[in-house]
């Protein structure tokens, strides 16, 4: 039995600033996130001072903190040992790109074997989901309250997603448009569908957008989801009918806050690729599954999509959806985003 909700309280309490623990295969982890912790915390956490630091593979990459134990996956978890000199501010320093170029690091640092990988590569997820940057102090707990990688496959598991809500919703620019809420019973955000127009026997124009509240909300001219947005809606009225899904991935699944992390880092030279590494992040952290579930809720397992990423197309049909045509969305460039579209381009495979 997986019990989801428990990943709810552990999201909470590593927002704010409390231990949790995660029982892997081999060994339970308790974990406190360096992000909302400080030296008393760290202090009551861990009073002898021998809590190593848990890095991501990309993070610790870019400390050259390779894994030096043979056997370790090249993408998996990376234990820093804990040395005298590592204290609460080189450990913030480890887990903050935003310090990389201000402060070079001391050390010398170790690399030591990782007991429960699999716990370890949990808690990397479990703090993205709670929005904070993925690194933690990690030391040998015991199995009390301890969550279960699995319970986090269940929070996260898109076939829980059900209709909670609809409600006939005229916008700008498609007057007959319908809106329908979904969610989990623990998420916080929940994704929604705007159903544009009437069935006319064809496959609906699907448009997934991912949320962007600096594109969407505020104009932000660094990307092109704002424009996007617009366009996908008066796409779909013009096609007859479709659907446009808003998904709540807000930085391609890191959260805002990680994501003008990546802003700040952008601001340093740093490109959209890069910068979701440097955070120890996957450079496109979004379940597309969500999305293959909410069609399915809506009747529709036909689509033609709207998108240049040709992830998104791989995702739903993996997810029993049949994609019949793949319908561009290029938008013209503005001088603060063509930086940012040359990248998806080169280096995430967008057809632009
Ligand atoms: N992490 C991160 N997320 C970003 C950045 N710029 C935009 N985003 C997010 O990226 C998402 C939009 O995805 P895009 O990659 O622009 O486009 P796409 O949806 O993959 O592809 P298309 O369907 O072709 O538009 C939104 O969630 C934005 O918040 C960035 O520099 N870093
Ligand atoms: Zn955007």
């Not at 705007?194 to 124009?205: A, C, R, S, T």
């Amino acid at each position: 039995m997986t019990n989801p909700r428990a990943v709810a309280t552990a999201v909470d309490a590593l927002r704010r600033g409390w231990p949790v623990a995660i029982r892997g295969r081999d060994a339970t982890l308790k974990l406190l996130a360096i992000e909302t912790a400080d030296a008393e915390r760290l202090k009551a956490f861990d009073p002898e001072g021998v809590a190593p630091v848990l890095l991501s593979a990309g993070r610790a990459a870019t400390l050259k903190l390779a894994n030096q134990r043979e056997a370790a996956a090249p993408d998996g978890p990376v234990l820093v040992e804990r040395v005298p000199w590592l204290d609460f501010d080189t450990a913030t320093a480890l887990a903050d790109p935003q310090l990389d170029l201000a402060t070079p690091l001391k050390g010398p640092f170790r690399a030591i074997e990782v007991e429960a990988p699999d716990a370890a590569a949990a808690a990397l997820r479990l703090a993205r989901i709670s929005g904070l940057l993925p690194a933690f102090f990690a030391t040998r707990g015991t199995d009390d309250a301890a969550i279960t990688p699995a319970d986090i496959d269940a929070h996260e598991d898109a076939d829980r997603l059900r209709i909670v809500g609809r409600a006939r919703l005229p916008v700008a620019g498609a007057e007959d448009s319908e809106i329908v809420a979904f969610r989990t019973d623990e998420m916080p955000g929940e994704h929604v569908a705007l159903l544009i127009g009437q069935p006319d026997g064809n496959p609906p124009l699907v448009r997934l957008h991912s949320e962007c509240l600096t594109g969407d909300v505020l104009g932000s001219l660094k990307c092109d989801c704002g424009p996007q947005l617009k366009a996908a809606i008066a796409a779909i009225e013009t096609s007859g009918w479709g659907i446009l899904l808003y998904l709540r991935q807000e930085g391609r699944g890191i959260g805002l806050i990680n994501k003008l992390r990546a802003y700040a880092l952008q601001d340093q030279g740093f490109d959209t690729v890069d910068a979701n590494t440097r955070l120890g992040f996957a450079v496109d952290a979004r379940d597309f599954a969500v999305a293959g579930r909410m069609l399915a809720l809506l009747g529709q397992r036909t689509i033609r999509l709207l998108t240049n990423n040709p992830d998104k197309v791989a995702a739903l049909e993996a997810a029993g959806i049949i994609v019949a045509e793949r319908v561009a969305h290029k938008l013209p460039p503005n001088p603060h985003n063509q930086g940012y579209l040359a990248t998806k381009r080169d280096r995430t495979g967008h057809q632009l």
